[in-house]
Nanobody
Framework: QVQLVESGGGLVQAGGSLRLSCAAS????????MGWYRKAPGKQRELVAT???????NYADSVKGRFTISRDNAKNTVYLQMNSLKPEDTAVYYC????????????????WGKGTLVTVSA
C-alpha cells in the first residue's frame, strides 16, 4: 500500500555532486520524519540525515557541511543534495519514512525504499 521510490544515484568523481530524491506514495495520512541512511560494503547501515515535518534536520557528522536534506511535505518527497563527494561516501542510500500513518487511527510505522547506489571514484 505504501511505496518509497528513490532516484538520482549514479557514478560521480570525487568533488562532484548528486541529488537524491525519494517519493512516498500510496495510502498516506501523515509522516513524522523522512530521511536517508546508507550502507557501504562491509559496514553497517548508518544514518545520513533526517528531516521532520516541521523542517528540523539532523545530520551525521561525516556529511555536515556537504549534504543538505530537504522535504516537500505536499508531495511526500525528500531530497538529499550531496556536494563535495568523497570516495568514502560510496554506498547504497536508503530512504526512510518514519512514523507513517495511513489514517488518523493508525499507529505510525517505518517504511524503507529499496535503495539507490552512489559510487564516488577517486
Amino acid at each position: 500500500q505504501v511505496q518509497l521510490v528513490e532516484s538520482g544515484g549514479g557514478l560521480v568523481q570525487a568533488g562532484g555532486s548528486l541529488r537524491l530524491s525519494c517519493a512516498a506514495s500510496g495510502s498516506i495520512f501523515s509522516i513524522n520524519a523522512m530521511g536517508w541512511y546508507r550502507k557501504a560494503p562491509g559496514k553497517q547501515r548508518e544514518l545520513v540525515a533526517t528531516i521532520t515535518t516541521g523542517g528540523i534536520t539532523n545530520y551525521a557528522d561525516s556529511v555536515k557541511g556537504r549534504f543538505t536534506i530537504s522535504r516537500d511535505n505536499a508531495k511526500n518527497t525528500v531530497y538529499l543534495q550531496m556536494n563535495s563527494l568523497k570516495p568514502e561516501d560510496t554506498a547504497v542510500y536508503y530512504c526512510i519514512a518514519e512514523g507513517l500513518r495511513s489514517s488518523w487511527f493508525d499507529y505510525g510505522m517505518n517504511y524503507w525504499g529499496k535503495g539507490t547506489l552512489v559510487t564516488v571514484s577517486a
